[in-house]
């Protein structure tokens, strides 16, 4: 199956897009684009396929996918009945990220963490839960904090 480009805008002035979707299910959309993508999944179980890893979820589900890979959800379930099954979604190209990081040499460990990414990288409960806990921030509409926030977390 080939996979749908999607192109992700972002708004003057913003090197970053954050996008929190609710819905009453995760339905199959495989896809890809240029940016990376960090998805926390939350209130959900289901499968993920990243490439060509099928694996399954359950929430909090923290996961960096780099550019151009093809991925998708697919919910199963979500975890509290009546509330709809959310992701916090946020992209930002490699570019602005490697300038980013060759001004702040302090974050080079952001950098190893983009090379194992490459396929694809799924991170461990207790990141997904330390970013679930900033999740109100992630959403604000000024991006500096959450620049801030994801790169602490990391």
């Given amino acids: 199956m080939k996979p749908q480009f999607e192109r992700v805008t972002f708004s003057k002035g913003c090197s970053l897009r954050v996008y929190h979707r609710r819905v ?3 339905p199959f959309e495989w896809h890809h684009h240029p940016e990376y993508e960090l998805t926390l999944t939350l209130n959900s179980k289901g499968w993920r396929f990243i490439g060509d890893h099928v694996g399954q979820y359950h929430a909090p589900d923290l996961v960096l996918v780099p550019p ?3 991925h998708t959800w ?3 379930a979500n975890l509290q009945r009546g ?3 959310t992701a916090i979604v946020v992209w930002f190209s490699g570019p602005w990220l490697t300038r980013f990081l060759d001004l702040c040499p302090e ?3 952001i950098r190893a963490l983009l090379r194992r990414s490459f396929t694809g990288l799924a991170f461990d409960k207790s990141a997904a839960e330390r970013i679930a806990k900033r999740a109100r921030g992630l959403l604000a509409s000024n991006h500096a904090p959450v620049c801030t926030g994801l790169l602490s977390c990391c």
């Fill in 24 to 26: 009453t299910e995760i």
């Fill in 107 to 109: 974050y080079s460990g």
């Fill in 68 to 70: 151009d890979m093809p």
């Fill in 74 to 76: 697919a919910s199963t």
């Fill in 83 to 85: 509330e709809p099954h």
